[in-house]
């Protein structure tokens, strides 16, 4: 089985990539069309367009080509689709957040910044970590589940409530950064006690609680809290990662049908409970019992889509401003009403695309704890998009998660792109294996302890 | 910067803006094209097989993306089949571009086309808006109904309001045009037309007849049911909805349809149902009664007929009907007989009866697409097996039997018919279809005999018109409230019934004196329309 090695010369490895670049080159295109529409809608809103006003497009382009030349130069090897795909959404996020007048600031904010910062975290993680240096990850499994809780526990302290969620300081959501360690632990745990877990003893078939109880208790532990912040949306996203992790890595579909019990059983009782999501799935079975209360939002949002059609007002046309807060939860409802349903429906074709990339790389790593790691980041962002975009057209309750790399928001922007970073990080692969058919032949002759036994044949 | 800014301000921005919107569409479907392109190109050859499993969770996914999109497509793109969603957006939706401020409602008309209600543009404070419009005011209000942002909608308007609104495709024209204004994103979206069985010349000529009455009319054909006057009186303007006309306790009560939902006592008329079930369980004889009238127990005031009355008000007596069979009560509309025949076919009868009439229920009379237009028929509430004298009350269509107009003019129908009572339906392209039977056919043939003698030599000849062979019964019904209501419930011409009728004028006295001449005229009319 020959594996190519890491291309050498610079010219190798600037050819290497040129499918990324093709890709790239064309949804700064697209992206750059749509600014110029989106700035031609100032003047008529009385705004004049100012030199300021071409700092967010023009970071935004260097950020993503200076990515790709830092792939070029390092001889990256992993996934060429999944940049790309980054900036279209990215951009038009951008485009969607510069109409919502995000940027209209008079100096230089930090909303300027926090895209492109997000781009280069994003790259540098990936460099940082691609040739297998990801996997030291494991060895700070209980850095994660502390760095998890303590999370929590802190937003839970010092936190202020605002709009019905608990923030952290400031506008931060510290609980963001949990889509990380979060499923880091569980990957981690999860690879450490692979065995044990796919072990299901019994003529019952049911789950080996002596190796899954730390496991579990760090889920309790972290979602119970995260229910007393009312933060529901990030329940299920977790909840739900965690699951898929749990089944992916042992290859027993129990765990999804014991955690589909659980979830239905809890989320009865939650509903039962907590007034806040009672209100929300009342106001989703019918929006019209209090249209001018509960529903207005998503009915104003539906209105906007509906007033879009199927091709969209087109930037500058339309007014998205109608609907409450639509620069974070929203901002779906926005790009539905510029773009029409034939945007809508492309930048949910590449959603969908990002979320089949994402779970392709998970099947193919090479290591268990990448395949779960990207896995657990898979089902993050996949969940977190449908949930997202559900709620905003009345498929399911609203949750109030933002839509990745698109909705307002810095901390989950930054989180997004580290976890994507992580992921083309993993899909660089392994270093090149040297006495790969010996070591494999080692290892299966030495009984598997854990991460010691894998680490050796690296 | 100043050139950017000239630039947008220009007139060429425009069309130029509308090619950079196709351009970036384009250029959007063309990246994701190349991306599913460069598949093969980008295969991570350096990494593992994949593993199995993850297929299955890449296909749910998409699956969930995909319902997603289609339930989006119900609301964005098909958002006109859901009315409490339109009513939504013309209300609260500051968009002006919004389609939903524009569409062009389909147009009410009636049998023969003539225009009900139709929507058109005027010139508002905030520009041009889309209004209803209803040329004849307060003459079809009940029955039509109104469509406002704010009060919502009622009658038809609200029975077929998808339709109205263009959200209900029925042929593949409908649906290419639907895909055309959808292309187009054409501003005034429009919809389909609702044609009625209603005749506008009838219905106005109630109204005018009724005037400052209240009452209601309702004529229909008994072959189909199909509604030709549904008149409620006094009315309101659906061209002027407002506020006032809900707060305010009404003491007209102008928004109650009486047609469809006014409780009335019906008097004589109810002995048509009498009769109706004495023949059908073979009552062939006839019944001694005194001229002081007759009363089940000496402690209630004796039933007499109404010539008792009109003989001691003239200061003469009255010799009475003396031994009669139910045609000639019938004919001569005697309550001595009627209130003895109810209490001779006793309470299991009597209840039997009204649940084959019908009574105590709603019926169907559109079926629309959002809401169904019904008619409630009336209330008889069960009387007590020792209540004798209740029974003898309610046999002459007093005491605790309530009727509407409407469902006695299904009971003339129904006589009309051959005792089959036909589904009233006011839109013309629902199908015909019967709610029952009420009687046995060979007892409508006989009650229709009688009912034309009523009309030629007993109760009802002033109104006896040549060539129109008037057949019905008039009903002069006691309330508390003042003077009798005047009924008049019939069908013409009596060989070959083609329209069946019901007239209540409130508080009009006689039903020979109020309602039948109304009668009479609709009938004059209906024959000059080719009705007959």
């Known amino acids: 089985m020959a594996r190519p090695a890491r ?56 950020a993503f080509l200076g990515a790709h ?15 790309a795909l980054v900036a279209f959404l990215a951009g038009v996020g951008l485009l969607a957040q510069f109409r919502m007048g995000v940027y209209a600031a008079e100096a230089l904010g930090l909303a300027h910044l926090v895209l492109p910062a997000g781009i280069g975290v994003l790259a540098l993680v990936a460099v940082a970590l691609m040739d297998g240096r990801y996997r030291p990850l494991a060895a700070g499994i209980w850095l994660w589940a502390l760095l998890s809780l303590g999370i929590v526990c802190l937003v839970l302290a010092t936190g202020q409530r605002f709009r019905g969620a608990v923030y952290g300081a400031g506008f931060i959501t510290p609980t963001e950064a949990l889509k990380l360690t979060a499923v880091l632990f569980a990957a981690a745990f999860i690879d450490r006690h692979a065995k044990a877990l796919a072990n299901w003893p019994g003529p019952i078939p049911f789950p080996p609680l002596r190796a899954l109880w730390p496991l579990a208790l760090f889920a309790a532990l972290l979602l119970g809290l995260l229910l007393v ?24 579909v129990g765990y999804l049908v014991y955690g589909a019990l659980v979830i239905f059983g809890a989320g009865w009782v939650v509903l039962q409970l907590f007034s806040h999501g009672q209100r929300r799935v009342a106001s989703w079975l019918d929006p019209f019992a209090d249209p001018t209360g509960t529903g207005w939002q998503v009915l104003q949002g539906l209105s906007g889509m509906y007033a ?77 998009t449908l949930l997202n975009v559900g709620g905003v057209t009345r498929t399911i309750p609203v949750t109030g998660v933002t839509l990745p790399f698109i909705s307002q928001g810095g901390s989950s922007l930054l989180v997004s792109c580290i976890a994507l970073g992580l992921v083309l990080a993993i899909s660089d692969g392994e270093p090149k294996p040297v006495r790969q058919r010996k070591t494999t032949a080692k290892r299966a002759a030495s009984p598997p302890r854990g991460r010691a036994g894998r680490l050796r044949f690296t | 910067m100043d050139l950017l800014n000239t630039l947008f301000q220009s007139t060429p921005w425009g069309p130029l803006r509308i090619g950079l919107h196709a351009v970036f569409l384009l250029a ?22 994949p593993r199995a499993g993850f297929g299955i969770a890449a296909v749910l996914v998409l699956l969930g993306f995909g319902a997603v999109l289609v339930h989006q497509a119900t609301w964005q793109l098909f958002g006109t089949t859901r009315p409490e969603f339109v009513a939504f957006m013309q209300l609260h939706d500051r968009r002006q ?3 939903a401020h524009w569409i062009q409602r389909g147009r009410i008309l009636d049998a023969s086309g003539t225009l009900l209600a139709e929507t058109r543009a005027v010139q508002t404070p905030q520009g041009l808006a889309a209004q209803r419009y209803y040329p004849f005011g307060p003459d079809f209000a009940h029955v039509v109904g109104y469509a406002d942002p704010r009060f919502g909608t009622s009658g038809i308007e609200a029975a077929a309001n998808v339709q109205l609104n263009g959200g209900k495709p029925e042929s593949w024209q409908d649906w290419g045009e639907l895909g055309r ?40 054909r008994p072959r189909d049911g199909a509604l030709r006057v549904l008149a409620s009186a006094p009315s309101f303007d659906p061209n002027q909805v407002d506020a006032e006309m809900f707060l305010r306790a009404d003491p007209r009560a102008r928004l109650l349809n009486r047609a469809t939902a006014g409780l009335y006592a019906p008097g004589s008329s109810f002995k048509v149902v009498m009769a109706a079930d004495a023949l059908d369980r073979g009552f062939r004889g006839s019944i001694q009664c005194p001229a002081d009238g007759w009363t089940t127990s000496g402690r209630y005031r004796k039933i007499r007929d109404h010539e008792y009355y009109e003989a001691r008000r003239a200061g003469r007596t009255w010799r009475g009907h003396g031994r009669i069979g139910l045609d000639r009560a019938l004919i001569e509309s005697s309550n001595v007989f009627f209130a003895q025949l109810g209490v001779h076919l006793g309470h299991e009868a009597f209840r039997a009866t009204t649940q084959r009439f019908l009574f105590n229920s709603r019926i169907s009379i559109g079926e629309g697409d959002s809401r169904r237009q019904l008619m409630r028929t009336g209330r008889i509430p069960r009387i007590a097996a020792s209540d004798r004298y209740g029974l003898a009350q309610a046999s002459i269509g007093q005491g605790k039997v309530l009727a509407t107009p409407a469902q006695m003019a299904l009971i003339a129908a129904a006589v009309a018919n051959d005792g089959i009572a036909p589904r009233p339906r006011l ?41 129109l062979a008037i057949a019905g019964k008039t009903g002069t019904a006691e309330n508390p409230l003042g003077a009798p209501h005047s009924w008049f419930i019939g069908f013409a011409p009596a060989d070959r019934p083609a329209l069946a009728l019901a007239v209540i004028v409130e508080h009009g006295g006689y039903g020979s004196a109020m309602a039948a001449p109304i009668a009479r005229d609709l009938l004059v009319l209906a024959k000059a329309r080719a009705h007959l």
């Not at chain 1, 030349?69 to 940049?83: C, E, I, K, P, S």
């Not at chain 1, 977790?238 to 992790?245: C, H, P, S, T, V």
């Not at chain 2, 044609?195 to 005018?208: F, G, H, I, P, S």
């Open chain 1, 308 to 384: 879009g059609g199927l091709w969209g007002e087109g930037f500058s046309q339309a007014r998205p401003r109608y609907t409450p807060i639509a620069e974070s939860d929203f901002i779906y409802a926005v790009v539905a009403e510029e773009l029409g349903f034939i945007g809508s429906a492309l930048l949910l074709i590449c959603f969908a695309l990002l979320c089949w990339r994402l779970i392709l790389i998970a099947s193919r790593a090479r290591s268990p704890f990448g395949m779960l790691t990207a896995a657990g980041i898979a089902a993050v962002l996949s969940i977190q």
């Open chain 1, 7 to 62: 291309p050498e010369t610079l010219a190798e490895r600037w050819d290497a990539r040129a499918p990324e670049r093709q890709l790239l080159l064309w949804v700064l295109f697209a992206v750059g069309v749509g600014f110029l529409m989106v700035l031609g809608a100032l003047p008529k809103d009385g705004i004049a367009v100012r030199a300021l006003d071409l700092l967010a497009p023009l970071s935004f382009v260097l």
């Open chain 2, 427 to 467: 839109i013309a392209s629902e199908a015909p279809s019967a709610v029952g039977r009420f009687m046995q056919q060979d007892t409508a043939r006989r009650l229709r005999h009688s009912l034309r003698r009523a009309v030629a030599e007993g109760t009802g000849r002033s109104i006896e018109t040549p060539g």
């Open chain 2, 97 to 99: 571009f919004n389609p």
């Open chain 1, 69 to 83: 030349l830092l792939f070029v130069a390092v001889g990256f090897r992993g996934d060429q689709l999944l940049l």
């Open chain 2, 28 to 49: 959007a479907a063309y990246v994701l094209k190349v991306a599913l392109d460069l598949r093969s190109v980008m295969r991570l050859k350096h990494l593992a097989k």
């Open chain 1, 229 to 252: 912040q009312r933060d529901l949306g990030l329940v299920l996203i977790l909840g739900l990662a965690l699951l898929l992790q749990l089944t992916a890595g042992t290859k027993r």
């Open chain 2, 181 to 220: 204004q959808l292309l187009a994103q054409t501003k005034r979206p429009k919809g389909h037309d609702v044609t009625l069985t209603l005749d506008a010349a009838l219905q106005r000529l109630a109204m005018e007849r009724l005037g400052e009455h209240a009452g209601a009319v309702v004529v229909l």
